[in-house]
């Protein structure tokens, strides 16, 4: 057994994941131009957005800011695999996680005094200071000190000892949109700093714009962007594509594992839902719904296959996937494109999410972790 997993490096995959550095860091140097700074903190929690969390920070390490993450878990594999670059935590702590998080070095974010409280007592027993970002709520309605409170409550955590107020942030429900619910978030997240700096309370990072944001609000007063989808090459509004753009990382391959002639009045998988009109080549695929693939696009979603479309036969299995080739001839083993580029065609994470009634955010975030990643130029 240990021999079989030594030359595991060896096997062909079956399905895999591509991501492309170039592509990657283009994107990063786009919005970097888009916004006339360079401090950005890169979201790669969920994986990196499913794209692979080891893989996406080991070509962004030392080239941004912060790397952004939602778990602890993520965290401290960042900090072991790429200390250099400085780790930020979006997500609420228990009490039992908050030794780990000192430790290990990570700059975490406060949405309550409490919570300060206590993470300043135990940094100050570790005997060192921890950085935090004060998270206020200014119309999210989730984490964060609402923004009535947080004046009072920010310049009690600036007497702390165990503290470091690094950065202040707030998060936008409708980024995308120019409205006037956005613009009073942003004048109630001025006011706030104004009647801070007051009281000589002034922070180095001052951040709010997400993708859509970066893409369409241009404010000095927010000096740190953090992208998520676009750094990947994903819009995650399709109005925002005439704004600026960008090229998608990843790609999904598989191959094909049967080939099999079907006479016109035969069914292909469950419920019978492909029944062929005529004579037809059907090829089988091993990527289903337990890869990632969602479910619900099998009567919409298509392949590429030598720089041509060929639909689904029937729903998505757990393990697999029936393509109808038609007179198309193909071998096992030859390689099927389910997202990416092939000879000029390409099918988007936006496609797939189109064709599934959902969003691109999550298509990408779904894909298996045990998928191999491939790194090209």
Known sequence: MPELTQNRSGIQHSSWIELCAGRLLKNLQTLQKRFGQTDVLAVVKANAY???LKEIAGILAGKVTYFGVATLRE?????????QTPVFLFGHLFSHELPAALLGGI?????SLEK?????DLSEGLGHKTSVHVKVDTGMGRMGIPAREAAVSIREMAKLKGL???????????????????????????????????????FRFRHAKNSAATLT???????????????????????????????????????IVLVKKLRAGESVGYGREFISKQNTTIVVLPFGYSHGYPYAAWKNASV????????FAGKVSMDYIAVNLGNTGAKEGDTVTLMGEDQGERITAEDIAGWAGTIPYEIVTRLNAHLPRIVIP
């Open 304 to 311: 590429l296959f030598q720089g041509k479309r060929y639909p």
């Open 164 to 202: 470091m107020l690094d950065g202040i942030y707030m998060h936008f429900p409708t980024a995308e949109k120019d409205d006037a619910f956005r613009k009073t978030q942003v004048l109630e997240f001025r006011s706030l700093l104004q009647t801070l700096e007051q009281k000589n309370i002034a």
């Open 116 to 120: 300060a409280w206590e993470i300043s």
């Open 217 to 255: 609000l241009k404010d000095p007063l927010l000096n740190m962007i953090r992208p998520g989808l676009t750094l990947y090459g994903i819009y995650p509004d399709p109005a925002l594509k005439d704004a600026v753009q960008f090229e998608p990382v990843l790609s999904l391959r598989s191959r």
């Open 75 to 83: 965290a401290l594999e960042l900090k072991e695999h790429h200390p």
């Open 107 to 111: 700059t975490l974010s406060v949405s």
């Open 50 to 52: 499913g794209h692979g």
